[in-house]
């Protein structure tokens, strides 16, 4: 069974246990939130000019598309704004900010139709985010820049929460994709050919979650829970931002989500900031989850060659 709570006051520690329970929670825009995606908007509304972004796709030759994602989506994450926004927004979820880091945030599109379904705007088949490399404490947070409907959000498949799946996260390694896929990611055409940490099984994506929030409205999550984007069957591509947190109670103790069936190597660790002051992770925490730094772990030739 999975609970999925609305605007829920519980404390941050009792939210992360549900968390890592399956459990989901969904919020109304907050004054963080509405920040945001204001951000968000500015900068799409820029490059998009004069058509609306999330309507650009019908006025735009998909190169053109392309060629503003491209210069979109780096805008977004590495504007300071952001940084400066995320923990403003974990406070008012309750987060204590000394012990809670974050990443930067994404910026995602998922066009309608078959328009554009590879490299920046790849749409993401059901998957879990555990099988790209972080600890199983991580937790995801989502929100919609623009209206969105239940057939361009995303969908949950909480059947799976106690069901391992087959998946190829076992060639997945976090810091030889960050050399190789994410410049790939600028290079794709129509087809996306960049080895994907993804199921190797026929999925039963029956029964589904979809949660449609309002823009701002936010949805967490556990890294763990299998989820994708929906095949975008409106007129309006969707545009909305992810980004995610860890808590120093869970990674000093190695706790978080049960691990069913993630196998990835390398680690999303270094990737998290502080909330208080934007600082990495202390490094003894960081080695327990490096293995490149742990005693016994060799860089293979042949470890190197299967994921790029
Ligand atoms: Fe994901």
Redesign the pocket.
Known sequence: MTNVFFNSDIGDDERRNGLYNGELYVYTPSTGTKALIAVAREICEELFAPCHPAEAQHHLPVEKFSEILKELKPRFIHDPRCKEIIPLLLQEHGCDLDRTYFDVPRLRTAAAGDYLNSGLAYA?KP???TW?SPPMCQL?W?LPVYDIEADNG?AFYPHYWNRAIRNSSNEFNYQIWNETGRKQAHHQGKEDTRVQSEALEELELNPELRLVTEPGGMIVFS?AHL???VPNTTQRTRISI?FRTVHLDELETDTGAPNLDSHCTGTTIRDYLRGTDRTQLPEEIIACFDESTCPGFESTEETATVHV
């Open positions: 993401f998957h879990r985010d790209y995801n989502w995303m890294a989820h994708g984007t992810d």
